[in-house]
Each structure stands twice: as structure tokens, then as C-alpha cells.
């Protein structure tokens, strides 16, 4: 009885023991197929973070489509923007007369076709004459405008002078302080032949613009223009904004202008002459860089450098196959950072 126990005893432990080793082999089997999923899973994750890692640093490497590209002196380019008298955007100019700066050259005006700023909701945008603004997509001859900023001066007469030798007309934009000073220069250049805009009575950035409303810039305008007709006994509505008219002139500014009556005028070329007092021939190389295209109005300034480069200017551009023009307000040319068809 005793061995008969024993005995099953014995059969019961062998089949425990297999169960066990059937368990630990079907875990065993398990494991192992566990492990070689979390490899496969591991890999592919790894696969995808490097595709993702790559395609990132050839996102860093381009340029995105949407970034300005900056090609007029920059800025506007820029303005300037001095060149707010067109490259990165440079700092907002002191508070002081300085000569204009030039704005981003994201800012430049482009002579390609685009949707003009207003809009049918707008003031209709015509010439004082009435007649329909001419867009400088329409310009489809080699054509340069060359104006001077910041005078009448010293300079005045000699820059003319240059002119009247190559049988060139321009168009100037006047400080009201300087017209006080030499309004004789003023009234000899309007004899010649040449044209004189507006250029703000004081040029002082923050009188013009810190407050971020349009009164004051409008207000200085109107003064100017009434000192203008006192001076010259003549009507003028064409202003040039100091500093030019991006970033500080928004729409709503924009809107106070046309209400106003006047017109506006940038650039497309910065020569940032008032920058190279020492280096006169860095001026003609802004301008080589810059020009371009069937319209070019070159941003210059009455100052000494400029009398020395200017007969180069003429020269190299006359080189270049462009004819020059003056500002005509029966034919008025739209040239504004913001493409607005009713300045």
C-alpha cells in the first residue's frame, strides 16, 4: 500500500513538473516575441525621428518663400528708408534733422504689377489736372527721376549748375526752415525749369511722428505750402515725408494725407549719399547696385559729396540708356511704399 502510494506520488510530481516546464517554456516563448516587437517598435521610431531631424535642417538652410527679400539699398530697402531720406531695417532715426534714411528695402516700390493700397471705398485717386495717376507699371521706357532733399542750401546752385550743363531738369524737396533762408535758391530753380515739393517745415521725427496721429505732419505740411505760395507765388501739393513714409505712415495716415490734398513721394533708389561725407565714390556704387527696371526715382541730398558724385551719376546713367524726367503734377507718377493709387 505504502509503495503503491509512493509511486503516485512520484507520477503526480513528474506531471507537475512538466506543467511547469510547458508554462516556463510558453513564457519563455512570449518573452522572446515581446522583445523582438519592442526592437522592431524602437527602430522605426528611431527611423522617424531622423527623417523628421533631417527635413528640419533643410527648412533651416532655405530661406522660407515668404521671407522680403531686400534688393533697393535698403530700406525703404527699405523706410529708411535720409533712407527714410532702400537691406535689414535700420533703427528709427533720432528725433533730429538728419537726412532721410532709407527704409526696408521690403519696402521698396516695385515697378511690377500689383493691386494698387485703396480701394472703391477710397478717395478716387487723380492728378490735380483730374486725370487718372500714372502707376509705375506703365512706365515702359528707361526713365530716372533724379531728386534732392533737404534744401534749398548753399548747394542749391551748384547741383543746378550740373543739371544745366547736361540739360537735365529735377525735382527737389524743401525744409520750410531752409526756404526761409534762401529763398532766392528756390525761386532759381523753379525759373530753370525744375520742380519743388514739400518737405516738412522742421523735419523733426518726433514732432512728425511719435504721437502716432497725423496731426502735426498735416499740420507742418500746410504751413510749408502756405509759406511756399508766400515765397514762390506758386501752389504746390507734392510732399516727400522725412524719413519716407514706412514704417511711421499707416493707412489711417494715409487717409489724412489724400483728405488733406497732397500727394506723396518716395523712392526706389537710396544713394545714402548723406552718409558718405568723406567717400563721395561710394555714392555712385548705391546707385549701381540699386537701378534697375524701366522707373528709378533716386533718393539724393544737397550736400557737398553729392555736388562732387553727381556729374558721375549723370554720366553712368545716361551710360545705361535712361532718359530724365521731372515731376509733373498733370501727369502725376504714383511712387509710395504702400503702392496707395490716391497719393
Do not use: C
Request: glycine share 6%; proline share 6%.
Amino acid at each position: 500500500m505504502e509503495k503503491q502510494r509512493k509511486q503516485g506520488n512520484k507520477r503526480r510530481s513528474k506531471i507537475t513538473l512538466r506543467r511547469v516546464n510547458t508554462f516556463l517554456a510558453a513564457a519563455v516563448v512570449v518573452l522572446a516575441a515581446l522583445s523582438v516587437y519592442t526592437a522592431s517598435t524602437h527602430s522605426t521610431t528611431k527611423g522617424d525621428k531622423t527623417v523628421s531631424s533631417t527635413a528640419l535642417g533643410s527648412n533651416r538652410s532655405q530661406p522660407s518663400s515668404s521671407s522680403p527679400v531686400h534688393t533697393a539699398g535698403t530700406a525703404q530697402e527699405q523706410e529708411s528708408s535720409g533712407s527714410p531720406s532702400a537691406g535689414e531695417p535700420k533703427a528709427t532715426p533720432e528725433p533730429t534733422h538728419q537726412p532721410d534714411q532709407a527704409p526696408p528695402a521690403s519696402n521698396s516700390i516695385s515697378t511690377a504689377t500689383e493691386p494698387p493700397a485703396s480701394s472703391s471705398t477710397n478717395v478716387q485717386a487723380t492728378s490735380p489736372s483730374g486725370l487718372q495717376p500714372v502707376l509705375p507699371s506703365s512706365v515702359k521706357t528707361k526713365t530716372v527721376y533724379l531728386t534732392f532733399d533737404d534744401g534749398p542750401s548753399r548747394y542749391s546752385d551748384q547741383i543746378a549748375a550740373i543739371l544745366a550743363k547736361n540739360d537735365i531738369h529735377a525735382t527737389f524737396f524743401a525744409i520750410g526752415g531752409n526756404l526761409k533762408k534762401y529763398p532766392k535758391q528756390v525761386n532759381r530753380l523753379l525759373k530753370a525749369g525744375h520742380y519743388v515739393g514739400l518737405h516738412s517745415m522742421s523735419h523733426d521725427y518726433n514732432k512728425l511722428y511719435k504721437s502716432g496721429s497725423s496731426a502735426n505732419f498735416i499740420e507742418e505740411f500746410k504751413q510749408e505750402q502756405t509759406l511756399f505760395k508766400k515765397i514762390t507765388g506758386r501752389d504746390v501739393d507734392l510732399i516727400r515725408a522725412p524719413y519716407g513714409s514706412a514704417p511711421q505712415i499707416d493707412k489711417q495716415f494715409r487717409d489724412d494725407i489724400v483728405n488733406a490734398g497732397f500727394k506723396l513721394w518716395d523712392w526706389t533708389v537710396d544713394s545714402e549719399d548723406w552718409s558718405y561725407k568723406n567717400h563721395p565714390e561710394k555714392v555712385i556704387g548705391q546707385i549701381k547696385r540699386q537701378v534697375h527696371g524701366n522707373l528709378n526715382v533716386i533718393l539724393m541730398h544737397e550736400t557737398k559729396q553729392t555736388v562732387q558724385v553727381l556729374p558721375q551719376v549723370i554720366a553712368y546713367l545716361n551710360h545705361k540708356g535712361y532718359a530724365f524726367a521731372v515731376y509733373k503734377p498733370e501727369q502725376h507718377l504714383v511712387v509710395n511704399f504702400a503702392h496707395d493709387d490716391r497719393l
